[in-house]
């Protein structure tokens, strides 16, 4: 006797998890890709390097990439990774910014803006990567501040964050990682702050 197929009811469960999974291996892939840039120049590194270090399967990339010109471009953006930083009020912004350094580094072990500190940085891929920051990061922080010298307060706003990301996930800190991120927050936000929002005159 044949098996009768019945439609799917509202009872029945999501394909969630496959989404989840689809999500986490381009994660994966993604964090592979940043690693090798990382340390090796774009046109060293092929699509089997990224596949064994993030455990899938090169078709794999192409078929959520594309090819490998598409997904180092999406590894050399800022843009997904600056709207996360920056995804707060302007008065709150520098405990925000503060405490999602913190947090990428504690529980994903990386922040993504940090790899332009540690990326190779010459040829083409480097200017793409500093022009990238640049546009993507600090002059997008830089147009939403008011008052003089926008564009100096937000470098030096976005370097002081960088230099508590290096301390905190490449030098390891250890009294640094031994607080609470609360209290480095409390410390540190401040320090951001004053050049999002220089006290007046």
Do not use: W
């Not at 993604?30 to 090798?36: D, E, P, V």
């Not at 990774?81 to 999602?100: I, K, T, Y």
């Not at 480097?126 to 008052?147: K, P, S």
């Not at 990682?177 to 209290?183: G, I, K, L």
């Amino acid at each position: 006797m044949r098996a009768v197929s019945t439609p799917p009811t509202a009872s029945d469960p999501a394909p969630a998890p496959a989404r989840r999974d689809a999500e986490a291996t381009k994660a994966a892939i993604l964090r592979s890709a940043r690693y090798l840039l990382a340390r090796h120049a774009h046109t060293d590194i092929t699509l089997k390097d990224v596949a064994e270090r993030a455990g899938v399967s090169p078709p794999l990339i192409l078929k959520y990439f594309g090819n490998k010109d598409t997904l180092f471009a999406r590894v050399m953006s800022f843009e997904t990774d600056a709207a996360a930083l920056l995804d707060a009020p302007l008065p709150e912004l520098g405990r925000h910014m503060v405490r999602h350094v913190l947090e990428s580094q504690s529980e994903r072990g990386a922040d993504p803006l940090l790899r332009i500190a540690f990326a190779p940085l010459h040829g083409e891929q480097g200017d793409i990567l500093r022009t990238n920051f640049r546009t993507q990061v600090t002059e997008h922080l830089a147009a939403r501040l008011t008052g003089p010298d926008a564009g100096l307060r937000a470098e030096l706003a976005v370097g002081t964050l960088l230099g508590l990301g290096v301390m905190y996930g490449i030098a390891r800190g250890r009294h640094l990682r031994a607080s609470a991120v609360e209290d480095i927050v409390d410390r540190y936000a401040p320090l951001v702050q004053v050049q999002l929002t220089p006290p007046a005159d």
